[in-house]
């Protein structure tokens, strides 16, 4: 194992924190000891490399990845701001979240997410996700890719978000970290069976600079707590319904079309009409 990697990585994992010294106390770790783990020259006790895991919800075995490949997992935390104690007295829903936590951290880990295209008939989106659990908030970070079937233009979106499992439902709320101007809320019914592996659902999002709502099926196939994080992204993007790329039993379930979405379309010059 690599003591300049492990350095580096947690060095990394720092910098999403408010200060060296804030993480220090959190984990319950000494300032001038934690330093020589990130100086490289010593490394954490099996008690201490597990609160320092337990705090970046973390594996033992990620803090020891060579540090290219760590960076690239850790892009999922970027954007991410740090966290205060008190943070909860200024959040409404902080009882609805996380729910039953217990229960939750099974769905810990990476997914390929499965919807239909909004803005291209006829197409499944493919975007990739991490749940992951920090300081006791379940979060997730979802990177979406499309490239214009059309003229080629590449679209990448970014969302931040927060989930809750109450009952037998998860409930993830996401913000779209780089336009800004967006939120989904994402509903999903695990299947009555105790292995993880399709994730089946509704997602519902609008955006600031629309005026329509869009309603769709979504699929989440779970892929593991560790993943290969690059062949995963070259996985997502923009497919053809009919595209041998498409899991023939995820379009099953989603079907062929999307929800009549013209239903919830607020444009219509008579619909509009009637409301005034």
């Not at 409404?92 to 990476?110: C, I, M, V």
């Amino acid at each position: 194992m690599n003591n300049q990697d492990f350095a580096k990585n947690l060095k990394l994992l720092c910098r999403f924190e408010k200060s060296v010294s804030a993480a220090c106390r959190a984990i319950g770790v000494n300032r001038q000891q934690f330093s020589t783990y990130l100086n490289a020259k010593s490394r954490p006790s099996p008690n201490n490399m597990q609160r320092i895991c337990d705090h970046f919800s973390v594996h033992p075995s990620d803090l020891f990845l060579p540090h290219e490949e760590f960076a690239d997992r850790m892009q999922f935390r970027a954007n991410t701001p740090a966290r205060s104690a008190s943070d909860a007295h200024y959040a409404p829903l902080t009882a609805a979240f996380p729910g039953d936590r217990k229960s939750l951290r099974k769905y810990l880990g990476y997914y390929l997410v499965h919807f239909h295209s909004a803005a291209w008939p006829g197409h499944l989106l493919k975007a990739v996700t991490q749940l992951s659990e920090h300081n006791g908030v379940f979060s997730t970070k979802t990177i979406e890719r499309a490239r214009d079937p059309g003229d080629g233009t590449l679209f990448i979106s970014k969302y931040d978000g927060q989930v809750s499992l109450l009952g037998n439902r998860l409930f993830i709320i996401e913000h779209q970290s780089l336009a800004n101007d967006a939120i989904v809320e994402t509903v999903l019914f695990p299947a009555p069976r105790t292995q993880l592996t399709l994730l089946r659902g509704v997602t519902f999002g609008l955006s600031s600079k629309q005026r329509n709502p869009y309603v769709a099926k979504c699929v989440w196939k779970y892929l593991g707590v560790n993943a290969d994080l690059r062949k995963l992204l070259n996985a997502t993007g923009l497919f053809e319904i009919d595209n041998r790329g498409v899991d023939p039993k995820i379009l099953r379930i989603m079907g062929r079309q999307p929800f009549p979405n013209e239903l919830l379309d607020f444009d219509d010059p008579l619909t509009m009409r009637d409301r005034s």
